[in-house]
């Protein structure tokens, strides 16, 4: 026996089972997007004065990846369009270019979250910070050289719009001066950790996206030459999902890097 | 299971194939939501045993501090060391018993239970539909369930053993504590809650899409409707606690201060974070779950006694509409009563009076369904079998726990309340005298119909009366206890708080800390009082009396209109659904019931 | 899109790329007003409405919410105010606490 309403909407809902289905996920990963956002106002707004950084992020890498994701959103409504209008070569196409541009926002990712790993803040035994990205730390050498800059107390960091942010000079600092040394990771600060847990999490959930959209668009298009009409639900639900992964990054972008 | 009808079926769903499915496809692999049912119900059974004993050996600790658990003392020590010594349970290991405790009980036992067992197993049949709407998502949950709970089992077993932080996980403590139990904990909570929010997309799926023809939403069983709101429950109110549980997993893994407050002092010294934190944050989180949580493990166990009620007075619900109305009102305003449980937090008058007024509020759509099932005995024919004594039971133990609840949601009192051995006897009447007394009641009730079989009613009525005494001589004396102040969670059993030391001012007395011992035998009662059901649940399966026809019980609702067991797709034939879902003692009838599928003849009422 | 008109390619491409130019344009003027010199509060605020404009887009046109049913926006509404819920009353009990002089 068959499960009803698997492709023909039921007629007084006016709906299929997996938009049903994709909707009421859709509705729990706001909620799961809206536990962290939340967390993330009640910590700055409960940060105390001046302790919450500006401009640790940039800005320019964070547009170029909004814009990637915006035109994923389109492509990936474009190849359902395709299946829809019985448009087979079409729908590979644009299924292929939104994989294509996923991967290209998560290599943009993988490059922030680098260079956050290579930036770090070395506290030296005299009471200065200096600040910068690690060139050289070989474990038998008595030096390390970070490409930064010195000041005088961790707080004039978190202003990364400042002058002398981008003050970029070799400095070689022996070891026997480190007091300690943190790379910009989850435990400098809140607003990283904050930062590293949305941007991870939405992370994950692109590559789910890229596996279900890679394998509708690979081993499960078979589905197209034997039930065309499921296959297209299938596209249209896996397209519902990327659009909410689209929708949380336009909230993720301005909060996190512009405000 | 058998694949004889394939020649109908050619949507793909089915595997081209035309061998019998074997033992793992049938048993193991199984997308029949009837075979994820049992999965669920025999996993979640065991865990309930587990979290059973756990409290067992607490319980002993707390009558009889700092001597060894009988009969298991040595085990602990050789698998825990020295927080074992000779079996006497350290107040680490009773603080890892008791947050493993309620963290299995509730997650890992009682949610499963009535979502995953009675809801996967009845949703579908009732709604007339041949099985849930994503059957191999259903199996993934399962799936997921499994290994959420095994990586908590598993807690236990590694060094330093499991989270000791209770069920709530509070930060700071949860994040200092240098052991590896909380990640475990986290890790096991994001598989517990996932597979939970794929099931109730299911169940939601499968209420709205599946129902048969004619099945309109006032002709659903009251059972379902509360499934539905559960499910409500789950998917919306889990996801914060999901991301909470990230956080701290990135607070623990990665040293991150997220939870941590600025200037934190531990062991004497400054800790070594970036503070900033704020403790309250996860309170919220988790509150804000936790709260909706507690509904979802009353409103099914309320569905399945309504349905036993109704079935063994041979007379309609009292108040069908108000019974609907009333569940989807405590669901909405469950949402927003959740720091009720944070009236000790520092928060002001203003927020607190918010709170204070949704709690109160909430309480009205509680009270009206319990007044419909109270009503629904008026002038009825009762069948005190096992499932009723059960569901009857019920209604008083719920009664207590509820009423009970008040003074704990009024701020004024919970300043004297919060934290103390109240709270415990408080919750502990919603659940276990509640909840679980409707979960025994669910499991007599349709054992029949799962085996062909009845279980035996005279162990029934043993294991219902034990239940019965020694769930309240274990919890009623906690509301003394806790009113002169006796606090939770102390491993000592409060001893250096009571009169009996040198010095104590306004103490516990004598008579409060005896209660300790009799709280330990009603344990034991009660743990001895089970027995009979695990015995009566394996004997029954092969020597149990056998049902005379496929609806033994005389039922309306369609799971007793199917074959016995329900044939693998649950109906021969798509049901057609005529009248509502409790039309007993019709007058006109030949019959005191009249099931839904039965065609209007005579005008009946819907 | 509706089944019932059916349209070329095309003209459903332009039309989609329409919506994509609007949100570009949203883009770009969300990123420069994050760098008016206007007090932070209200900065935010543009921003974070020009966030929400954008959102908007992307839900009606790309995931045709506009032409949904009644169930979907049923959950969707039930699930916006339980997250208002969730942030206003978590940020009201932040700020509401007692501020007595302890003597």
């Not at chain 2, 103390?420 to 679980?436: E, L, S």
Request: glycine share 10%; charged share 10%.
């Amino acid at each position: 026996m068959d499960i009803p309403y698997t492709t023909k909407p039921r007629p007084d809902t006016g709906l299929y089972n997996a938009k049903v289905g994709i909707w009421l996920f859709l509705a729990s990963e706001v909620m799961l997007f809206g536990g962290l956002f939340s967390a993330y106002i009640y910590l700055r707004v409960g940060a105390p004065v001046d302790t919450w950084p500006h401009g640790w992020l940039n800005v320019t890498l964070g547009t170029i990846n909004t814009v990637i994701l915006a035109l994923s959103a389109i492509t990936t409504l474009l190849a359902w369009a395709a299946l829809k209008m019985n448009q087979f070569p079409r729908y590979k196409i644009f299924g292929a270019l939104t994989i294509v541009l996923a991967v290209a926002f998560l290599s943009i990712k993988a490059y922030e979250y680098n260079d956050k790993f290579t930036h770090y803040q070395v506290r030296l035994n005299d009471g200065r910070v200096a600040d910068g990205h690690l060139i050289e730390n070989k474990k038998d050498a008595d030096h390390i050289v970070l490409h930064g800059h010195y000041v005088a107390k961790a707080a004039e960091l978190l202003d990364g719009h400042s002058k002398n942010a981008h003050a970029h000079e070799e400095l070689t600092i022996a070891r026997a001066d480190i007091q300690g040394m943190k790379f910009y990771g989850p435990a400098l600060n809140n607003f990283l950790a904050i930062y590293y847990s949305i941007t991870i999490l939405h992370a994950l959930h692109i590559i789910g996206g890229i596996i279900v959209i890679g394998y509708l668009w690979g081993p499960g298009s078979k589905m197209w030459f034997t039930d065309p009409e499921r296959f297209t639900n299938r596209v249209e639900v896996s397209g519902l999902f990327w659009h909410f992964v689209d929708l949380v990054w336009i909230f993720v972008f301005p909060v996190l890097y512009l405000t | 299971m058998q694949a004889a009808t394939h020649a109908e079926s050619h949507s793909g769903a089915h595997d081209a194939h035309h061998h019998e499915p074997g033992f793992l496809r049938n048993y193991v692999f199984s997308i029949d939501h009837k075979i994820i049912g049992l999965q669920y119900a025999l996993t979640a059974l065991c865990f309930l045993l587990f979290g059973f004993t756990l409290m067992g050996m607490m319980r002993w600790q707390i009558a009889h501090p700092g001597q060894s658990v009988p009969l298991v003392g040595p085990f602990l020590e050789s698998l825990f060391g020295d927080v074992a010594t000779k079996g006497v349970v350290s107040p680490n290991l009773y603080n890892m018993f008791g947050a493993m405790h309620g963290t299995i009980m509730v997650f890992l036992a009682i949610v499963p239970l009535l979502t995953g067992a009675f809801g996967n197993y009845l949703v579908p049949i009732q709604v007339g539909a041949c099985d849930m709407a994503f059957p191999r998502l259903n199996m993934l949950s399962y799936q997921f369930y499994l290994f959420g709970g095994i990586i908590m089992f598993a807690s236990f077993f590694i060094p330093g053993g499991a989270a000791q932080s209770g069920w709530t996980s509070y930060p700071p403590l949860s994040l200092i504590v240098p052991t590896d139990g909380q990640t475990y904990w986290l890790l096991g909570m994001v598989f517990l809650i996932t597979s939970s929010l794929l099931g109730s997309a299911n169940i939601i799926t499968t209420i709205v899409q599946l129902r048969a023809p004619g099945m309109t939403w006032m002709r659903l069983p009251f059972f379902t409707w509360a499934q539905f709101v559960a499910a409500f429950l789950l998917l919306l109110a889990f996801p914060p606690l999901e991301a909470a549980g990230v956080l701290q997993l990135m607070d623990k893994v990665m040293g991150s201060s997220l939870f941590l407050p600025t200037g934190l002092a531990v062991g004497g010294k400054i800790a070594d974070v970036a503070g900033g934190g704020s403790p309250i944050l996860w309170q919220h989180l988790f509150w804000f779950l936790a709260h909706p949580e507690v509904y979802v493990l009353i409103l099914p166990a309320m569905g399945i006694v309504a349905e036993v009620i109704a079935n063994n007075t041979r007379k309609p619900l009292w108040g069908y509409k108000s019974l609907v109305y009333a569940s989807l009102a405590l669901g909405f305003i469950s949402f927003i009563v959740w720091a009720h449980h944070m009236y000790l937090t520092g928060m002001g008058t203003t927020i607190a009076a918010f709170f204070q007024t949704t709690t109160m509020m909430i309480s009205i759509p509680s009270v009206i369904i319990l007044t419909c099932l109270l009503i629904s005995l008026w002038g009825g024919s009762i069948r005190f079998n096992t499932p009723m004594l059960f569901s009857l039971a019920f209604l008083p133990m719920f009664g207590i726990g509820g009423l009970t609840g008040l003074p704990l949601g009024f701020s004024a009192s919970d300043l004297h309340l919060h934290d103390t051995y109240y709270v415990i006897g408080h919750f502990h009447y919603v659940v276990a005298p509640g909840t679980i007394f409707g979960i025994f009641a669910g499991i007599y009730y349709w054992y029949p119909k799962v085996t062909g079989r009845f279980m035996s009613e005279f162990w029934g009525k043993v294991h219902f009366w034990g239940s019965l005494i020694f769930m309240n001589v274990v919890f009623m004396p906690m509301f003394a206890q806790g009113l002169s102040g006796m606090l939770r969670r102390m491993s000592d059993g409060g001893i250096n708080y009571s009169l009996a030391q040198a010095g104590v001012e306004g103490g516990l007395g004598s008579s409060i800390m005896e209660l300790n011992r009799v709280i330990l035998w009603g344990a034991i009662g009660l743990g001895l009082s089970q027995i009979p059901f695990i015995i009566n649940l394996f004997y029954s399966i092969k020597h149990g009396v056998k049902i005379p026809n496929d609806n033994p019980w005389d039922a309306t609702t369609l799971e007793w209109q199917t074959e016995t067991p329900p044939y693998v797709y649950n109906f021969r034939r798509e049901p057609v659904v005529h009248r509502g879902p409790y039309e007993y003692s019709v007058p006109g009838h030949a019959k005191d019931f009249t099931p839904q599928t039965e065609p209007e003849s005579t005008p009946a009422k819907h | 899109m509706s089944e019932s008109h059916p349209e070329s390619f095309h003209n459903y491409t332009r039309r989609c790329l329409l919506v994509f130019v609007a949100i570009l344009c949203g883009i770009g003027l969300m990123v420069g007003c994050s760098f008016a010199n206007v007090a932070s509060p209200l900065r935010i605020a543009m921003v974070l409405a020009i966030a929400c404009f954008n959102a908007g887009l992307v839900s009606c046109y790309l995931m045709h919410l506009m032409s949904e049913r009644k169930f979907v926006f049923t959950v969707l509404i039930f699930t916006v105010i339980f997250f208002t819920g969730l942030m206003g009353l978590t940020m009201l009990a932040h700020s509401d606490v007692p501020h007595l002089k302890v003597n």
